[in-house]
């Protein structure tokens, strides 16, 4: 059994909720550019897999998976890793 | 992904009309009670089908204000489905004449929703109230949205189960620590934070290593949860 700690209202998580609702309102036009291929390769990032996992689980070689995420980057504006772990919340691709 | 059970979903509702009579009753203004509800609230004569307040939502939804409904009837009575208004001319009668003010009828209705030219079922909760002037309230919410609301709130729940499961664990962080957590969640590399923060990139490694340990982080993602949860990123 672990023990519970009270964690205060609610109010930040549902602040959250709403402004990823929006992230994915505002940003709906550049995820939509995403190719299948791009949105699995995106999952997997945000899920946490570096490159060598990514590329060993789709069967494709390492610089492929290196040129997917180069082109996800370039057409999503990427410029940290949290932006990847934020587009994947934002459209359902992962949760917390 | 759960969704609310019929029965649930009916408590929900009924907690929200229940809610909303009790406020009015205590003299509370409509608008104000009207802008807490994330659903579509009318208050209706039941003799009358006559609308005489509704909340912003319920504007949003069909794509009239409480003015132009009343200006342009025959215009809004287009929205509602044909069969939806038969529909309603039978039970609502029924509805009006009981005197159990406790009941609830919930009732599906096909309206053009705003910004849509087809017919769109909307789920809908009526119940008459012992206001005095004999209102109903009417609560409504188009399944769509009732999926992103339970969706939203499983969200809501399961980062809180998240953050008292780890509430322990990330008071052991030091302030730097967490000062870090948040930089890094925002998008700052180990140089940035060097800099920000005037210490060594080596220091800035080792306080990352900690984290690592204290938080038993194996990737970027579970990073990213503890942030989210205890409201660290700026989105």
Redesign the interface.
């Known amino acids: 059994m672990?023990?519970?700690?009270p964690?205060g209202p609610?109010q930040?998580?549902?602040k959250?909720?709403a402004?990823?609702?929006?992230?994915s309102l505002i940003n709906g036009d550049l995820f939509a550019t995403l190719t299948d291929r791009e949105i699995v390769v995106l999952t997997l990032v945000?899920?946490?897999?570096d490159n060598p996992a990514i590329a060993r689980g789709l069967e494709i070689s390492r610089s492929t998976v290196q040129n997917h995420r180069a082109r996800i980057r370039d057409k999503l504006n990427i410029?940290?890793?949290?932006?990847?772990?934020?587009f994947a919340?934002a459209y359902d691709l992962?949760?917390? | 992904m759960a969704y609310l059970t019929d029965k649930e979903l009916l408590e929900h509702f009924q907690f929200y009309l229940l809610q909303v009579e009790c406020r009015l009753r205590e003299g509370e203004d409509f608008k104000t009670i009207g802008k807490q509800i994330p659903y579509s609230l009318q208050l209706n004569d039941p003799k009358t089908f006559e609308i005489r307040n509704m909340n912003k939502k319920g504007t949003e939804h069909v794509g009239f204000t409480l003015g132009e409904i009343r200006d342009k009837w025959n215009e809004y009575i287009k929205i509602v489905h044909p069969s939806t208004v038969v529909n309603l001319s039978n039970i609502l009668p029924a509805l009006y004449a009981s005197p159990n003010c406790s009941k609830t009828l919930p009732f599906v209705q096909y309206v053009k929703l705003f910004g849509k030219s087809i017919f769109s079922p909307v789920i809908s909760f009526t119940k008459p109230t012992s206001l005095p002037n004999g209102m109903h309230l009417w609560l409504s919410s188009s399944p769509c949205d009732l999926g992103k609301k339970a969706k939203e709130m499983e969200r809501v729940v399961s980062m809180d189960e998240f953050k008292l499961k780890n509430f322990k664990r990330f008071q052991t962080l030091t302030k730097r620590e967490v000062e870090i957590l948040q930089m890094l969640a925002n998008g700052c590399d180990n140089p940035a934070i060097a800099e920000q923060l005037f210490i060594s990139r080596q220091t800035v490694e080792t306080h990352r290593k900690n984290l690592r340990i204290k938080l038993d982080l194996n990737s970027y993602r579970d990073l990213m949860k503890y942030a989210f949860s205890f409201n660290l990123v700026q989105l």
């Not at chain 1, 402004?19 to 992230?23: D, E, M, S, T, V």
């Open positions: 672990c023990t519970l700690y964690t609610i930040d998580l549902l959250q909720t402004a990823l609702q929006r992230f945000a899920e946490g897999l410029i940290a890793q949290p932006d990847y772990i934020i919340l992962i949760h917390f």
